[in-house]
């Protein structure tokens, strides 16, 4: 995630570029129901995370709600919640800090609830670094992305941890190279998502990778979740109400069974990750679905709580300038049940 300077910097182009319109139209089902048609896109190409998607589609969870879902890729959870303000997509899948960096733009988006409620943010490095707490970290080459939410938040996970800035040295690379960089050796580890380039990252090189995650030392904060504009929400209340009950069942059904969420995603994308990493990356997903305030609950239930966590560290990092109250960001009218 770029800086928000750059956000606004990149909004008219990115409206242009989005992927696709909304749907906004409607098809008939083999059993003769009719269904909205509705687009949905990712934060970023299909991995692993957003399996329960895949099996919403095919086991026609989306379909009882009334729902022909479109599911195409993104390429950043900017870039995602800018279409999805502009109407280019009628949902989105998208990063908390990038929703609550262009909310404070003007952006007209709500969060319409946060799936990955613990943090999958990590530092990722190969075993033999022999890293095994944050005090190993002293001296060490980190690759991040300068002005994404993990590198602004990095500083406050060090200082959580009795480090500062310069007890590391941070290497500048844009996403898709953080990983090349740790295999090739220019940099001893990565800031990024459990979730994500870890079990990719492993595979490439054939060596174990672990993890400092930072939900587990000291610093937690909301994800990845579903996006709609405001003028979605007020023309088309039924359909979000209807998209987030869907998209709740098909998390929950997803939970009881990886294996057939991920079979589910053959053939979503020329990317795909391979069948091992696509599991690896749902089960380590599976483990970020709530805080303590919400085990037990459907997935996508909030609390207000936990918003104003995220919203108070976001801040405190220069995400955003302004803190706002969660309303601003999260529209709980529409939570799923349960």
Known sequence: MKSRSLIVALMPAILVAACGG?????????SGK??????????WYPY?????FYLGKKQAVFEKHGIDLKIQAGQGSQKTVQATGGGQTDF?????????????????????????????????????????????????KIAGTAGDALSKTFPTFLKANGLAEADVQMQNTD??????????????????YASDQGPTMQEKAGKKVSYLRFSELGLNFYSNGLLASTK?????????????????????????????AVDAMAGA???????QVLLDQFKTTVTLLHTDATKGMAPGINTAADWQTTIDTFAKAGVITKAEPPATYWDESVAPKG
Do not use: C
């Open 34 to 43: 009719q269904l909205d048609q509705v687009t949905l896109t990712l934060n």
């Open 48 to 52: 692993g995370e957003h399996a329960p």
């Open 232 to 260: 979605t929400l007020e023309s088309r209340g039924d359909l979000v109400k209807r998209m987030v009950a869907a998209t709740s069942e098909a998390w929950a059904a997803a939970e009881k069974d990886p294996q057939a």
């Open 269 to 275: 994308s020329e990317q795909l990750p391979s069948a």
């Open 175 to 192: 996403p898709a190279g953080k990983i090349a960089a740790v295999i090739s050796g220019q940099a001893d580890a990565l800031l990024g």
């Open 22 to 30: 909304g749907g906004g139209g409607t098809t008939t089902n083999a």
């Open 92 to 140: 989105g899948w998208a990063d908390t800090p990038a929703l609550l960096a262009a909310v404070g733009q003007g952006v007209p988006v709500k969060s319409l609830g946060v799936y990955l409620q613990t943090t999958p943010a990590s530092v990722q490095f190969f075993d033999e670094k022999n890293i095994t707490k944050p005090a190993d970290l002293k001296g060490k």
